[in-house]
């Protein structure tokens, strides 16, 4: 009995969790079950749009998590203050998102600009298996032109939802989110396929629908956030000037920096593993891109319980409850890898039929079902994985959870890719299992780092 409560918590612990976790899941879970629909929609013109398409948000997701990585650090500082009830100090974090994320947004762009197409080309090689190559090239780039204009929003966005999350309001970005992308979907269809007596534009309709529903988050979130002032108390005045101490700007690039960099390498080490993966044919590039959009539907679920994790356990480091704070770490844990175990159970069963709702050859439709059958199986560790991350994070231990996070990717994970991808002849689905596997080492460097304690830690009581 004594063990399973300290495990597993009470029906008010559970509540209270929900009520931060649920709306992260369902704007999440919304988000990427449109995405599962542009990339039906998108199949249902030819899989060498698809793969095209695939293959620039496979970039763009450098990008997007640039901006989470730069806002996360100034976050850290920002749920603790909230903890702390310092208003002054939130304010001044909120500034600090915004600058850096208008910094990020130029700044890919103009890398984008500059080298797209020899990174799009990266991905084209190997066998196209009656696929063009020349083809997805082509519709990429139209994808990736129009969706510049969408970064910009998307980056404000963030820096403004991201604040309201660690200040226990999780709703209003939710209610934003299933606004946005039910603006998707219907100018999806509209545009896309030319319904309404509006023109058939394909990819370039795809991603006209993507940057207007970016817009219309963006300016929901604006105004509720404006609008209500004398709950999101920080907004007042936040505009009258720029002005962050010297000292906080310090503190959070000390912090930041590695979350930062951690986030960049990490989403171009992912796209480096996918390269890897390409090199077994545009096939693969398709099956990966439909198997991915699927499996980050029910992903959603351990990454929900990361962001809870981030806010409510640094909302109780911030206000000096560490015995809270630990107790409340372990049972989240728990309850986002049982989760998962019951989640991971149900997808390798489904598997075999989401591939059937895509117009694509035979071939990426059985590729695509043992990819989500693999990611199943490694589902439970994801979730463990995912939770030490954001308990590490939550206490200010970034140097560590760069170590942890992007450096184990690219001094470990990407080397073994990279031979085994280019000098042996292992099928796509054993290569995949072979980098998986590796992952299982983090779970017992998590498991240690996170029992040790080492993120007890306030960092917020002599800013």
Not at 121 to 140: C, F, H, I
Not at 187 to 192: K, P, S
Not at 219 to 225: E, Q
Not at 253 to 268: H, M, Q, R
Request: net charge positive; proline share 2%.
């Amino acid at each position: 009995m004594n063990t399973l409560k300290k495990y597993f918590g009470t029906k008010e612990f559970y509540k209270m969790t929900l009520g931060v976790a649920v709306p992260i899941m369902i704007q999440n879970g919304i988000t990427n079950f449109v995405g599962l629909l542009d990339n039906i929609m998108v199949g249902q013109i030819g899989t060498e749009q698809m793969s095209g398409i695939a293959i620039i948000n496979q970039l763009l997701l450098v990008f997007n998590l640039a901006v989470f990585g730069a806002i996360s650090g100034a976050g850290i500082f920002t749920a603790q203050f909230y903890g702390s009830d310092d208003e002054e100090g939130i304010r001044y974090t909120f500034r600090f998102k915004l600058i850096i994320c208008i910094g990020i947004t130029v700044l890919g762009i103009a890398i984008l600009s500059l080298f797209g197409d020899n990174l799009i080309q990266m991905y084209l090689k190997g066998e196209g298996n009656g696929l063009s190559v020349g083809d997805a090239l082509s519709y990429g780039k139209q994808y990736m032109l129009i969706m510049f204009i969408g970064l910009a929003p998307f980056a404000i966005e963030q820096a403004y939802s991201g604040t309201l999350r660690e200040c226990g309001e999780t709703v209003v970005s939710m209610k934003a989110g299933v606004v946005a992308v039910a603006v998707n979907l219907f100018l999806n269809w509209v545009l896309i396929f030319g319904n309404l007596g509006m023109p058939e534009l394909g990819v370039q309709g795809a991603a006209i629908a993507t940057v207007i529903s970016r817009y219309v988050q963006m300016i929901i979130v604006i105004i509720w956030t404006h609008r209500h002032s004398d709950r999101m108390k920080f907004i007042t005045g936040a505009y009258k000037t720029m002005y962050i101490p010297g000292a906080l700007v310090k503190k959070i690039i000390i912090k930041g920096t590695p979350l930062t960099i951690n986030e960049v390498l990490w989403s171009a080490g992912m796209a480096s593993l996918n390269q890897c993966y390409s090199l077994r044919g545009l096939a693969a590039v398709a099956a990966i891109n439909i198997a991915s959009t699927i499996s980050n539907l029910f992903n959603v679920v351990f990454v929900a319980f990361g962001d809870a994790i981030a806010i409510v356990v640094g909302q109780l480091l911030g206000a000096g409850k560490y015995e809270e704070a630990k107790d409340t770490d372990r049972k989240l844990i728990t309850f986002s890898v049982v989760l998962c175990l019951g989640l991971g159970a149900i997808m390798f069963l489904a598997s075999p039929l989401f591939p059937m709702l895509y117009n694509t050859t035979d071939d990426v439709r059985q590729i695509a079902t043992s990819y989500m059958r693999v990611s199943a199986m490694f589902m439970p560790a994801w979730a463990f994985m995912h939770a030490s991350y954001f308990t590490l994070r939550a206490g200010g231990n970034t140097i560590v959870t760069f170590l942890f996070d992007s450096a184990f990717l690219w001094a470990v994970s990407y080397p073994v890719a990279y031979v085994l991808s280019r000098y042996t002849a292992l099928p796509l689905i054993l290569l995949y299992v072979c980098i998986q596997a590796i992952d299982l080492i983090k779970c017992l460097v998590g498991f240690i780092l996170v029992k040790k304690g080492v993120w007890l830690n306030n960092i917020v009581s002599s800013t």
